[in-house]
């Protein structure tokens, strides 16, 4: 049950840092294109 909740929190990390990365990379995308 331990293990299960720290692969839990792992995937909420790593998800979280993947919403995170394509956030910023649709903003970087924008900029490019109203430039």
């Known amino acids: ?7 839990l929190r792992i995937g909420l990390f790593k998800m979280l840092c993947l919403v ?3 956030h910023f990379v649709s903003r970087l995308l924008c900029s490019s294109v109203k430039n």
């Open 1 to 7: 049950m331990k293990d299960l909740s720290l692969l």
């Open 20 to 22: 995170y990365f394509l």
